[in-house]
């Protein structure tokens, strides 16, 4: 079956620093990968679309890897901040369907 | 981005009572949209997918009967949890596509129910 996994372990890491997320997964050939953000009690909010044929992706501060023979995302925020505290969703799309991992907890602290 | 709203944000009901929640989609048009349930410290589990006009697409395991999906319009989709249980308190969340197959959606802020 579809699984789709991310550090269920919080991230903890210091103002400044680049924190770096991981999202596997198995038996899925997903045509594009998403990650998302969200915040307690909150809807999750789009952050970073890359596409099955495309390696990496930036906007700002997020940079988003895409490793299709490694079926692995990685996720990374630079110079991060105590406002980037939150979960942090992988999300892996194909024709309008999306599955979405457990996400990552990340702690900035100033 | 788009703008989606989800109504109400809480709601707290009796077991055994329905509960309707909608999902608005503020400046586009979303000719497809997703209702999730996300349980604490848990992903998002898609429960079904509507495109407007069309009856809604349920993923194995939900109730059709149980969670009722109208998406009447291209701007209103809403769900009704029907004669809730505790265990049908979660977090539901709706997103809102503009394209069937579109890689974008946008999500709303979510509803928390609580079932007594």
């Known amino acids: 079956s579809q699984k789709i996994e991310q550090n269920s372990e919080a991230l903890n890491i210091q103002e400044g620093k680049t924190a770096t997320l991981t999202c596997n997964y198995t038996n899925y050939s997903p045509a594009y990968l998403q990650w998302y953000r969200q915040d307690p009690g909150r809807g999750p909010v789009f952050l970073l679309l890359?596409?099955?044929?495309?390696k990496e992706k930036r906007k700002e501060r997020l940079k988003v890897t895409f490793d299709t023979t490694l079926k692995q995302s990685l996720f990374h925020i630079t110079a991060s901040q105590p406002a980037d505290s939150a979960t942090y969703l992988c999300?892996?799309?194909?024709?309008?369907?999306?599955?979405f991992g457990a996400g990552t907890q990340v702690v900035v602290t100033p | 981005g788009a703008v989606v709203s989800q109504h109400p944000s809480r709601v707290i009901c009796k077991s055994g009572t329905s509960v309707k929640i909608e999902c608005r989609s503020l400046d586009f048009q979303a000719t497809t949209m997703f209702w999730y349930r996300q349980f604490p410290k848990q992903s998002l589990m898609l429960m079904a997918t509507?495109?407007?006009?069309?009856?809604?697409?349920?993923e194995q395991g939900v109730e059709k009967d149980k969670f009722l999906i109208n998406h009447a319009s291209l701007t209103l989709s809403t769900l009704t949890v029907t004669s809730a249980h505790p265990e049908d308190s979660s977090f539901y969340i709706c997103?809102?596509?503009?394209?069937?197959?579109?890689?974008?959606?946008?999500f709303g802020p979510g509803t928390r129910l609580t079932v007594t």
């Open positions: 509507s495109n407007e006009g069309s009856k809604a697409t349920y």
């Open positions: 890359i596409r099955e044929n495309e």
């Open positions: 999300a892996l799309g194909s024709w309008g369907k999306f599955q």
């Open positions: 997103s809102a596509a503009g394209d069937r197959g579109s890689s974008e959606q946008y």
